[in-house]
Every structure is written in C-alpha cells, then in structure tokens.
Nanobody
Framework: VQLQASGGGLVQAGGSLRLSCAASGRTFSSYNMAWFRQAPGKEREFVAA???????YYVDSVKGRFTISRDNTKNTVYLQMNSLKAEDTAVYYC?????????????????????WGQGTQVTVSS
C-alpha cells in the first residue's frame, strides 16, 4: 500500500489544520489507519487511529482537539486538528495495517502498522 500525506503547514497556536492521507489499493475499506508524529529529538509518537470498522483511538494529549475520520470512497483518512499548540509541532506520518486492532495498545504501537507515508510537517507558532 502506498500512502501520500498532505495538509501540513505553519499555523498559529489555537489554529486548525486538516491532514489528509490518500492510500492506493482497492481494499482500503479493510485497512486500519493511523497517524503518528515525530518531533525533533523525540521518538515517534502515536496520535490517532481508526479501525476498518470505524472505531477511533486517541492519545490523551489530543483528545477533544483532534478528530480522525475516513472516506472509503476516496481511499483517504483525515486528521482534523483544532486548538493547536506549540507542542503539536512535528512531522506527521500516516500508516496502515490489515492486522487486527483489538484495543488501544494494539492501535497505538508502530509495530501494528506495515506501510507508512512520507510525512507532512506541522509547525505551530506560539
């Protein structure tokens, strides 16, 4: 599966961005999709995931601010990011997997995901 992430940019604190990740393949509706991020000098961090059934998972730091969604007709997953903070600054990566996601633990580990996009930079100025 090939993934193409887009939508990053520079935004002021409190602003919003919507990231998109377009996937190749004719079985997108059966994929689990996720967003991770990596800030300079830090490890890659789970942000949000959505299972093929539509169940979503979020890291605590983005709950209530970020929303993950998917459009199976467009083979695309989205990450709507509101009330952005300086600490949200990172390169955001989308990922996909056909592995079974049972709970937050399996949704949030990079090991659950096989294919990764190239990343899109999000910079939040304070």
């Amino acid at each position: 599966v090939q993934l193409q992430a887009s939508g990053g940019g520079l935004v002021q604190a409190g602003g919003s961005l919507r990231l998109s990740c377009a996937a190749s393949g004719r079985t997108f509706s059966s994929y689990n999709m996720a967003w991770f991020r990596q800030a300079p000098g830090k490890e890659r961090e789970f942000v949000a995931a959505i299972s093929w059934r539509g169940r979503s998972y979020y890291v605590d730091s983005v709950k209530g601010r970020f929303t993950i969604s998917r459009d199976n007709t467009k083979n695309t997953v989205y990450l709507q990011m509101n009330s952005l903070k300086a600490e949200d600054t990172a390169v955001y990566y989308c990922a996909t997997s056909s592995m079974t996601i049972l709970d937050y633990a399996t949704a949030s580990t990079p090991l659950s995901y096989k294919d990764w996009g190239q990343g899109t930079q999000v910079t939040v100025s304070s």
